[in-house]
């Protein structure tokens, strides 16, 4: 084999190595995690399928994710109906206009063992938090197959969608303990823009009756 052969073999396969399809899951965390550590906010347009594995039912909702850095989430769904969750460091607030209810959560559900939450506004630390494989290429997004390293009931495993370029996870499914299936897709996304504070402020409307759950230990899976 010729030097010229060989150098165009090794060129060649370095080369390879180098392709967005064949990115390590270590290299992809890392522009993940170094994307949202410079992140202070954004704004997306979502659509949320939920499957239930022992009905066969299937709920599909749109609404608006709106995230503000340390922790300040406004999950509105608008479709099929109206209902809002809203978590600070202060409070965790669960809406539902129709039925005139609203859930008073206690915030230290969002600490401890990673949730799908921190894992789609870039909060969780992947490495840290779960073990990571990459899958391969699927319409320009690198896919990611994360477990976590301490699963919960609604969390023992799930899968994300990233841009390899920017970082930004795009779209994610997960899967609770029942086989439960809840996935994420952004349909529009927007960062770094000024939000209100007064957005992640909530007071529960006249009438609205309010169910305290601030000492349920179990906690819920916020978003379903």
């Known amino acids: 084999m ?108 969002m600490q401890g063992a990673a949730n799908i939450i921190q894992v789609i506004t870039g909060q969780s630390d992947l490495m840290r938090d779960f073990d990571v494989k990459r899958v391969g290429l699927e319409n320009n997004l690198q896919r990611l197959k994360l477990y976590p390293k301490n699963p919960t009931t609604q969390l023992v495993e799930a899968d994300i969608w990233v841009d390899a370029q920017s970082g930004v996870i795009r779209k994610s499914e997960s899967m609770d303990f029942y086989g439960n299936g809840n996935t994420i897709e952004f349909t529009s996304y927007t960062e770094n823009i000024p939000i209100k504070e007064s957005l992640f402020r909530f007071t529960p409307p006249k009438g609205v009756e309010v169910e305290d759950r601030r000492n349920d230990s179990a906690g819920k899976d916020l978003l379903r």
């Open 2 to 109: 010729s030097r010229i052969f060989s150098l165009l073999c090794l060129f060649f396969w370095l080369t390879c190595l180098l392709l967005p399809g064949n990115l390590r899951a270590d290299d992809l965390t890392g522009t993940i995690k170094q994307h949202y550590a410079g992140m202070t906010s954004f704004k997306a347009g979502f659509t949320q399928t939920l499957t239930h594995r022992e009905s066969g039912a299937v709920e599909k909702r749109q609404g608006t994710l709106t995230f503000a850095k340390p922790l300040r989430l406004l999950w509105q769904t608008t479709s099929p109906r109206s209902e809002l969750l809203l978590i600070t460091a202060e409070a965790i607030w669960n809406y539902i206009p129709d039925e005139e209810i609203a859930y008073q959560y206690n915030p230290n559900l």
